[in-house]
Protein backbone atom coordinates (compact mmCIF):
# COMPACT_ATOMS: atom_id res chain seq x y z
CA UNK A 1 0.00 0.00 0.00
CA UNK A 2 1.62 3.16 -1.10
CA UNK A 3 1.67 5.83 1.93
CA UNK A 4 -0.94 8.66 2.13
CA UNK A 5 0.99 11.87 0.11
CA UNK A 6 2.40 14.33 2.99
CA UNK A 7 3.87 17.68 0.60
CA UNK A 8 4.08 20.90 1.96
CA UNK A 9 4.99 23.37 -0.71
CA UNK A 10 6.36 26.75 0.67
CA UNK A 11 6.52 29.64 -0.99
CA UNK A 12 8.99 32.62 -1.15
CA UNK A 13 7.51 36.17 -2.39
CA UNK A 14 9.77 39.28 -2.53
CA UNK A 15 7.70 41.69 -4.86
CA UNK A 16 6.60 38.79 -7.69
CA UNK A 17 3.96 41.66 -8.33
CA UNK A 18 1.68 40.74 -11.17
CA UNK A 19 3.15 37.08 -11.47
CA UNK A 20 2.33 36.14 -7.70
CA UNK A 21 -1.49 35.05 -7.81
CA UNK A 22 -0.60 32.63 -11.12
CA UNK A 23 2.06 31.25 -9.36
CA UNK A 24 0.06 29.88 -6.47
CA UNK A 25 -3.02 28.74 -8.47
CA UNK A 26 -0.50 26.69 -10.56
CA UNK A 27 0.01 25.11 -6.99
CA UNK A 28 -3.39 24.70 -5.90
CA UNK A 29 -3.92 22.95 -9.34
CA UNK A 30 -2.08 20.44 -9.09
CA UNK A 31 -2.99 16.41 -9.79
CA UNK A 32 -1.63 15.53 -6.65
CA UNK A 33 -2.66 18.45 -4.04
CA UNK A 34 -0.15 19.62 -1.54
CA UNK A 35 -1.50 18.89 1.95
CA UNK A 36 -0.18 22.51 3.08
CA UNK A 37 1.09 25.51 1.35
CA UNK A 38 2.99 28.10 3.23
CA UNK A 39 3.22 31.96 1.66
CA UNK A 40 6.18 33.78 3.20
CA UNK A 41 5.52 37.37 2.26
CA UNK A 42 9.63 38.02 2.59
CA UNK A 43 9.39 41.92 3.12
CA UNK A 44 7.08 42.83 -0.44
CA UNK A 45 5.95 45.93 -0.63
CA UNK A 46 3.97 45.52 -3.90
CA UNK A 47 0.91 44.17 -2.62
CA UNK A 48 1.47 40.86 -2.37
CA UNK A 49 1.27 40.82 1.57
CA UNK A 50 -2.46 41.73 1.48
CA UNK A 51 -3.00 38.79 -1.50
CA UNK A 52 -1.23 36.47 0.68
CA UNK A 53 -3.96 36.96 3.13
CA UNK A 54 -6.60 36.41 1.06
CA UNK A 55 -5.50 33.93 -0.37
CA UNK A 56 -4.82 32.21 3.27
CA UNK A 57 -8.94 32.99 3.59
CA UNK A 58 -10.11 31.47 0.23
CA UNK A 59 -8.24 28.13 0.88
CA UNK A 60 -7.88 26.45 4.13
CA UNK A 61 -4.74 24.34 3.47
CA UNK A 62 -2.73 27.69 2.70
CA UNK A 63 -0.96 29.81 5.52
CA UNK A 64 1.31 32.86 5.49
CA UNK A 65 4.24 33.71 7.31
CA UNK A 66 5.32 37.50 7.37
CA UNK A 67 8.66 38.37 7.60
CA UNK A 68 11.36 41.18 6.77
CA UNK A 69 13.39 40.65 3.82
CA UNK A 70 15.72 37.88 4.61
CA UNK A 71 16.26 36.40 0.96
CA UNK A 72 15.98 33.74 -0.76
CA UNK A 73 17.01 30.82 1.83
CA UNK A 74 16.43 32.72 5.18
CA UNK A 75 13.04 32.72 3.49
CA UNK A 76 12.50 29.20 2.98
CA UNK A 77 13.96 28.21 5.86
CA UNK A 78 11.08 30.85 7.83
CA UNK A 79 8.39 28.45 6.00
CA UNK A 80 10.02 25.10 6.82
CA UNK A 81 9.96 25.81 10.82
CA UNK A 82 5.76 26.13 10.02
CA UNK A 83 5.75 23.03 7.91
CA UNK A 84 3.95 19.53 9.33
CA UNK A 85 4.27 17.40 6.46
CA UNK A 86 7.07 14.51 5.57
CA UNK A 87 8.14 16.23 2.16
CA UNK A 88 8.64 20.02 1.35
CA UNK A 89 8.95 21.55 -2.46
CA UNK A 90 10.13 25.69 -2.70
CA UNK A 91 8.93 27.54 -4.90
CA UNK A 92 10.04 31.34 -6.07
CA UNK A 93 6.77 33.73 -6.13
CA UNK A 94 7.08 33.83 -9.77
CA UNK A 95 7.44 30.90 -11.43
CA UNK A 96 5.17 28.19 -12.44
CA UNK A 97 4.36 24.21 -11.86
CA UNK A 98 4.01 22.19 -14.43
CA UNK A 99 0.45 20.65 -13.04
CA UNK A 100 1.69 17.57 -12.65
CA UNK A 101 4.78 18.45 -10.99
CA UNK A 102 4.39 17.39 -7.21
CA UNK A 103 2.97 13.57 -8.40
CA UNK A 104 6.20 13.69 -10.65
CA UNK A 105 8.40 13.76 -7.64
CA UNK A 106 6.21 12.05 -4.74
CA UNK A 107 5.68 8.93 -6.76
CA UNK A 108 9.21 9.26 -8.15
CA UNK A 109 10.44 9.21 -4.24
CA UNK A 110 8.03 6.49 -3.20
CA UNK A 111 9.24 4.29 -6.42
CA UNK A 112 12.61 4.48 -5.41
CA UNK A 113 12.64 4.73 -2.10
CA UNK A 114 14.73 8.33 -2.37
CA UNK A 115 15.00 10.74 0.44
CA UNK A 116 14.96 13.30 -2.49
CA UNK A 117 13.65 13.68 -5.89
CA UNK A 118 14.36 16.10 -9.10
CA UNK A 119 12.79 17.39 -12.41
CA UNK A 120 13.73 18.75 -14.62
CA UNK A 121 13.60 23.26 -14.97
CA UNK A 122 12.52 25.01 -17.96
CA UNK A 123 12.98 28.91 -18.19
CA UNK A 124 9.95 31.05 -20.38
CA UNK A 125 9.69 34.96 -20.58
CA UNK A 126 6.44 35.88 -21.37
CA UNK A 127 4.26 32.65 -22.46
CA UNK A 128 4.69 29.47 -20.24
CA UNK A 129 5.35 26.06 -21.56
CA UNK A 130 2.12 23.76 -22.99
CA UNK A 131 0.93 21.89 -19.95
CA UNK A 132 0.45 18.63 -22.20
CA UNK A 133 0.05 15.88 -19.78
CA UNK A 134 2.90 12.80 -19.62
CA UNK A 135 4.21 10.06 -18.13
CA UNK A 136 7.90 10.55 -17.39
CA UNK A 137 11.04 8.25 -16.91
CA UNK A 138 12.55 8.07 -13.62
CA UNK A 139 16.11 7.40 -13.58
CA UNK A 140 18.22 6.65 -10.20
CA UNK A 141 21.78 8.08 -9.62
CA UNK A 142 23.27 6.59 -6.74
CA UNK A 143 26.41 8.06 -5.11
CA UNK A 144 28.92 9.59 -6.34
CA UNK A 145 26.99 9.70 -9.41
CA UNK A 146 24.24 12.30 -7.76
CA UNK A 147 27.24 14.60 -6.72
CA UNK A 148 28.65 14.45 -10.33
CA UNK A 149 24.74 15.41 -12.03
CA UNK A 150 24.20 18.14 -9.04
CA UNK A 151 28.32 19.93 -10.94
CA UNK A 152 28.95 18.53 -13.95
CA UNK A 153 26.48 17.02 -16.33
CA UNK A 154 23.49 19.02 -15.68
CA UNK A 155 21.04 15.98 -14.83
CA UNK A 156 20.22 17.84 -11.71
CA UNK A 157 19.97 21.64 -11.67
CA UNK A 158 21.45 23.56 -8.87
CA UNK A 159 18.08 25.15 -7.97
CA UNK A 160 16.31 24.35 -4.59
CA UNK A 161 12.79 24.71 -6.11
CA UNK A 162 12.68 21.64 -9.04
CA UNK A 163 12.88 19.12 -5.94
CA UNK A 164 10.91 17.29 -3.25
CA UNK A 165 12.93 17.06 -0.18
CA UNK A 166 12.67 14.84 2.81
CA UNK A 167 12.04 17.33 5.69
CA UNK A 168 13.89 15.34 7.89
CA UNK A 169 16.98 15.92 5.78
CA UNK A 170 16.97 19.79 5.95
CA UNK A 171 17.50 20.17 9.58
CA UNK A 172 21.04 20.24 9.55
CA UNK A 173 21.18 22.64 6.60
CA UNK A 174 22.89 25.70 7.12
CA UNK A 175 20.37 28.57 6.12
CA UNK A 176 21.84 31.77 7.27
CA UNK A 177 25.09 31.99 4.90
CA UNK A 178 26.04 35.33 4.07
CA UNK A 179 26.17 33.65 0.37
CA UNK A 180 23.82 35.12 -2.15
CA UNK A 181 25.09 33.95 -5.16
CA UNK A 182 24.97 30.21 -5.41
CA UNK A 183 23.22 29.54 -2.71
CA UNK A 184 21.45 26.28 -4.16
CA UNK A 185 24.48 25.25 -5.24
CA UNK A 186 26.25 25.13 -1.94
CA UNK A 187 23.26 24.06 0.02
CA UNK A 188 22.30 21.37 -2.19
CA UNK A 189 26.12 20.13 -2.55
CA UNK A 190 26.24 20.18 1.63
CA UNK A 191 22.96 17.78 1.64
CA UNK A 192 23.58 15.38 -1.77
CA UNK A 193 27.05 14.71 -0.08
CA UNK A 194 24.51 12.90 2.62
CA UNK A 195 22.65 10.83 0.18
CA UNK A 196 23.06 7.33 -1.40
CA UNK A 197 20.78 8.19 -4.45
CA UNK A 198 18.48 10.73 -6.13
CA UNK A 199 16.16 10.12 -8.24
CA UNK A 200 15.61 12.20 -11.60
CA UNK A 201 12.08 12.26 -13.21
CA UNK A 202 13.15 12.95 -17.10
CA UNK A 203 10.60 16.21 -17.36
CA UNK A 204 10.82 19.79 -17.20
CA UNK A 205 8.30 20.25 -14.83
CA UNK A 206 9.61 23.95 -12.81
CA UNK A 207 8.77 26.48 -15.17
CA UNK A 208 11.28 30.02 -14.46
CA UNK A 209 9.96 32.75 -15.23
CA UNK A 210 12.57 35.00 -16.75
CA UNK A 211 11.85 39.09 -16.45
CA UNK A 212 14.07 42.17 -15.81
CA UNK A 213 13.63 41.42 -12.45
CA UNK A 214 14.99 38.00 -12.33
CA UNK A 215 18.46 37.30 -10.98
CA UNK A 216 20.36 36.00 -14.61
CA UNK A 217 19.00 39.71 -15.67
CA UNK A 218 20.81 41.51 -13.05
CA UNK A 219 24.21 43.76 -14.09
CA UNK A 220 27.12 42.39 -13.28
CA UNK A 221 28.02 42.74 -9.39
CA UNK A 222 31.34 41.91 -7.56
CA UNK A 223 29.21 40.14 -4.90
CA UNK A 224 28.28 37.82 -8.01
CA UNK A 225 31.41 37.14 -9.05
CA UNK A 226 33.05 36.39 -5.58
CA UNK A 227 29.74 34.45 -4.50
CA UNK A 228 30.31 32.15 -6.96
CA UNK A 229 33.59 31.56 -7.16
CA UNK A 230 33.59 31.25 -3.18
CA UNK A 231 30.96 28.24 -3.71
CA UNK A 232 32.92 26.66 -6.40
CA UNK A 233 36.02 26.86 -4.26
CA UNK A 234 34.49 25.41 -0.74
CA UNK A 235 33.31 22.56 -3.22
CA UNK A 236 36.69 21.84 -5.15
CA UNK A 237 38.53 21.62 -1.59
CA UNK A 238 35.86 19.20 0.12
CA UNK A 239 35.51 17.08 -3.04
CA UNK A 240 39.11 16.27 -3.33
CA UNK A 241 37.81 12.47 -1.78
CA UNK A 242 39.01 9.76 -4.46
CA UNK A 243 35.78 8.96 -6.54
CA UNK A 244 34.81 12.87 -6.72
CA UNK A 245 38.01 14.65 -6.94
CA UNK A 246 37.91 13.89 -10.77
CA UNK A 247 34.69 15.51 -11.91
CA UNK A 248 34.51 18.20 -8.65
CA UNK A 249 38.29 19.65 -10.73
CA UNK A 250 36.55 19.62 -13.92
CA UNK A 251 33.72 21.33 -12.24
CA UNK A 252 35.69 23.97 -10.42
CA UNK A 253 37.79 25.05 -14.01
CA UNK A 254 34.77 25.13 -15.73
CA UNK A 255 32.86 27.69 -12.85
CA UNK A 256 36.51 29.62 -13.68
CA UNK A 257 35.75 30.19 -17.19
CA UNK A 258 32.69 30.83 -16.99
CA UNK A 259 32.53 33.33 -14.09
CA UNK A 260 36.04 35.04 -16.10
CA UNK A 261 33.23 34.96 -19.14
CA UNK A 262 31.09 36.91 -17.27
CA UNK A 263 33.57 39.70 -17.49
CA UNK A 264 34.68 39.61 -20.86
CA UNK A 265 31.13 39.83 -21.95
CA UNK A 266 30.97 43.35 -20.55
CA UNK A 267 30.83 46.50 -22.97
CA UNK A 268 33.15 48.22 -19.80
CA UNK A 269 35.28 45.53 -18.51
CA UNK A 270 37.23 47.72 -16.57
CA UNK A 271 35.80 47.82 -13.21
CA UNK A 272 36.72 44.01 -13.06
CA UNK A 273 39.53 44.15 -14.06
CA UNK A 274 41.44 42.81 -10.54
CA UNK A 275 38.94 39.93 -10.41
CA UNK A 276 39.78 39.72 -14.70
CA UNK A 277 43.26 38.68 -13.58
CA UNK A 278 42.71 36.94 -10.22
CA UNK A 279 40.53 34.51 -12.46
CA UNK A 280 43.87 33.94 -15.16
CA UNK A 281 45.74 33.24 -12.63
CA UNK A 282 43.39 30.87 -11.19
CA UNK A 283 42.63 29.03 -14.60
CA UNK A 284 46.12 28.63 -15.49
CA UNK A 285 47.31 26.84 -11.37
CA UNK A 286 44.14 24.61 -12.88
CA UNK A 287 44.94 23.86 -15.74
CA UNK A 288 48.57 22.30 -14.37
CA UNK A 289 46.33 19.93 -12.00
CA UNK A 290 43.71 19.09 -14.09
CA UNK A 291 45.64 18.44 -17.58
CA UNK A 292 45.82 14.60 -17.11
CA UNK A 293 42.18 14.69 -16.13
CA UNK A 294 40.15 12.02 -17.78
CA UNK A 295 36.67 13.93 -16.82
CA UNK A 296 37.60 17.34 -19.29
CA UNK A 297 36.67 17.50 -22.30
CA UNK A 298 39.37 18.31 -25.42
CA UNK A 299 37.25 21.55 -26.14
CA UNK A 300 37.37 22.15 -22.59
CA UNK A 301 41.16 22.14 -22.03
CA UNK A 302 41.53 24.00 -25.60
CA UNK A 303 39.31 26.96 -23.91
CA UNK A 304 40.87 26.79 -20.60
CA UNK A 305 44.10 27.12 -22.44
CA UNK A 306 42.62 29.53 -24.37
CA UNK A 307 41.57 31.31 -21.18
CA UNK A 308 45.05 31.45 -19.45
CA UNK A 309 47.60 32.02 -22.05
CA UNK A 310 46.02 34.09 -24.80
CA UNK A 311 43.41 36.13 -22.82
CA UNK A 312 43.02 38.68 -25.77
CA UNK A 313 41.73 35.81 -27.96
CA UNK A 314 39.33 34.45 -25.43
CA UNK A 315 38.31 37.80 -24.95
CA UNK A 316 37.16 38.16 -28.48
CA UNK A 317 35.07 34.72 -28.67
CA UNK A 318 33.28 35.54 -25.62
CA UNK A 319 32.12 38.50 -26.95
CA UNK A 320 31.42 36.97 -29.97
CA UNK A 321 30.18 33.85 -29.28
CA UNK A 322 28.90 34.65 -25.46
CA UNK A 323 25.64 36.83 -26.19
CA UNK A 324 23.90 36.76 -22.86
CA UNK A 325 24.77 38.65 -19.68
CA UNK A 326 26.49 41.46 -21.95
CA UNK A 327 25.90 44.90 -20.41
Not at 22 to 32: F, G, H, K, N
Not at 147 to 166: A, F, Q, T, W
Request: net charge neutral.
Amino acid sequence: MNPTPSICVVVVAHNPGPYFSDCVQSILAQTLAPQQIILVDNGCTDGTSALCNKLARQHPEIEVVHRDNLGASRGRAAGLAWCREKFVCFVDGDDLLHPQMLQWLWQACQQTGADVSVCGLQSFSDTPPAPAPCEPSVAVLFHPHHLRGLLLDKRVEYSMCNKLYRCTLLSELTWDSPIVYNEDLYLNWALFQKLSHVAVVEQAGYWYRQHPQSTSHRPLNHAMLQDQKQVAEAIYQQGQAPDTAQFVGAFYLEKLLYLDSMILRQRQPAPFKESHRDFVQAIRRQIKEQRRNPQLSFALKAIALMAGYLPGMYHVVCRLVLRDRQN
